[in-house]
């Protein structure tokens, strides 16, 4: 069967300046841009291939590109240089609240997220109830979305994104957020959906807990580029040695 | 992004997805602007149906001029007002579609360019829901309608197809130059000018001749003058200005899509 998630070379730079603003202005009356054009490569020659069923954690510091990397896989971002095929659906648990809107209700933005993430009204009004139940925000079902609190938000976000019925999961840091009781709901409502073993995961971590607990393989991304590549014990081990020798 | 072991039903489905997701959001826009039922209503009809008397006073009061003697110069107005008025917000709104809405189109991976689509259709839902207010002022005036009435949705789709090309080539571009959207506007504000919404083009050949051929080569002056040709046939075109407008409007739309596809993943890593 072929590889459920191909990345081949996989390339992204960005500008060293975050936001790099050009402007009509400028080109006009002086004819070129003056803005920065320094770049770096976030991720560069990313080669590997993940099969159904793995459970992947990308391991790595602070700024080395993982995120970059999850996110070309989610589609959201695309690469400068090779390529990511990804077969099959995706749940995106990456910036999960990013999308929803502060003026609508939890109902309407229920409706709304589960939708652009490709259910159908009627998956949706079947699921409805349940991803409430799990987000305990039955009290809450007609409030505006910006009156809720962080971790409200960050639970109704988990469990709609959860409930999409998607054979590739990409989770992004964000079980290290709400109270530990939802939390340990949160990792049951994961393993729940491993429990099949035909569901891929790939998850981003920097809890090293967690990323033994979930994940069976890992990848080391030191700038931009995968150093290791094998169980996660030993990428943990490779990191964690390299880690303390740059200390 | 999905590949899966028949690429053509594949593709079917991407494309059932990417217009359930327009449907979605589109329904989202117009329930949100609409809310309250009249309310909503009158209050989206306010600004074209104050600026019709406002243009009525100034070019029908002040400045009389003899063309529209005979013709009810507010229904003339109200047409190319309403018409006039989708454009104007089409391209505002599909130019800033993208960058107003960076967090949402950042996580979800739908095609990018249903944001353009969804403003255009949108904005397009607001004009078709505005026709019964060009209806009331016929009956008010009991001006005649005749057969060519039918090309009022050829119209439609002629403004339709350039407003989503303009948004496509321009929502990017406002992404990454800070000023391109102030400078749209001042360019809006030329347009509504150039285009046939305040007078009408017979009145221009008059005292210009040929050269208003050119003024006939904007897009928007044909589906201004498919609205209207019903209403008054002198305000049809020959039928070659609307072949080279169709042909215009092609244009923009490839070159929209190519410089949205083009500029996608720049456009992307700035949100």
């Known amino acids: ?247 | 992004m999905t590949l899966a072991a028949d690429p053509a039903s594949d593709r079917a489905a991407t494309r059932r997805r990417t217009l359930a997701v327009l449907n979605l959001l589109v329904r989202r826009d117009i329930k949100l602007r609409y809310a309250g039922a009249w309310l909503g209503y009158g209050w989206t009809m306010l600004e074209p149906l104050l600026m019709t008397m406002v243009y009525a006073f100034v070019f029908g009061v002040l400045l009389p001029t003899r063309d529209f003697a005979e013709t009810p110069y507010v229904l003339y107005l109200i047409t190319g007002v309403l018409a006039w008025n989708w454009f104007n917000t089409a391209v505002n709104e599909g130019m800033t579609a993208v960058s107003s809405e960076a967090k949402i189109v950042r996580s979800a991976d739908v095609p990018r360019w249903i944001w353009v689509a969804r403003t255009c259709t949108s904005t397009m839902m607001i004009f078709i829901f505005a026709i019964p207010v060009i209806v009331a002022f016929i009956l008010w005036f009991r001006h005649p309608v005749s057969w060519l009435i039918i090309l009022f949705p050829l119209g439609i789709v002629l403004q339709f197809a350039f407003a989503f090309g303009i948004g496509l080539l321009l929502s990017p571009l406002a992404v990454l130059a800070g000023d391109v959207k102030r400078l749209v506007r001042v360019l809006l504000r030329v347009g509504f000018y150039l285009t046939p919404v305040l007078y009408s083009l017979n009145a221009v050949h008059s005292r210009f001749g040929d050269y208003t051929a050119l003024a006939k080569l904007n897009p928007i002056a044909g589906s201004m003058s498919l609205f209207r040709a019903g209403l008054w046939s002198s305000d049809l075109f020959a039928w070659y200005f609307y072949a080279a407008q169709v042909v215009i409007t092609l244009l923009t739309l490839a070159l929209g899509f190519w410089v949205f596809k083009r500029l996608e993943g720049t456009v992307l890593k700035e949100l």
């Open chain 1, 1 to 247: 069967m072929a590889p459920v998630i191909e990345a081949n070379n996989l390339g992204i730079q960005f500008y060293r300046n975050r936001k790099r603003r050009i402007s009509v202005r400028e080109i006009l009356f002086k004819g070129k841009s003056t803005s920065p054009k320094e770049q770096f490569w976030a991720v560069r020659n990313a080669t590997f291939k993940v099969e159904q069923g793995e459970a992947v954690g990308l391991v790595g510091a602070n700024g080395h590109g993982k995120s970059t990397l999850l996110k070309m896989i989610a589609g959201v971002l695309l690469p400068d240089e090779g390529s990511v095929k990804v077969r099959g659906g995706v749940a995106p648990l990456i910036e999960i609240t990013g999308g929803f809107q502060g003026q609508l209700s939890a109902r309407e933005n229920v409706y709304l997220i589960a939708g652009l993430h490709g259910m159908s009204k009627k998956e949706i009004d079947a699921k409805f109830d349940e991803m409430i139940d799990f987000a305990e925000l039955h009290k809450f079902i007609d409030t505006p979305f910006r009156h809720f609190s962080s971790g409200m938000k960050v639970r109704l976000a988990f469990s709609v994104v959860t409930a999409l019925d998607e054979p590739i999961v990409l989770v992004d840091e964000v079980l290290a957020v709400g109270d530990s009781k939802f939390k340990q709901k949160c990792y049951n409502r994961l393993d729940e959906m491993m429990a099949g073993g035909d569901r891929t995961i790939f998850m981003v971590s920097h809890s090293e807990r967690n990323l033994r607990r979930f994940c069976t393989r890992g990848l080391y991304v030191r700038h931009g580029e995968i150093v290791a590549d094998g169980n996660i014990d030993e990428t943990l081990d490779a990191y964690n040695a390299y880690m303390d020798t740059d200390a």
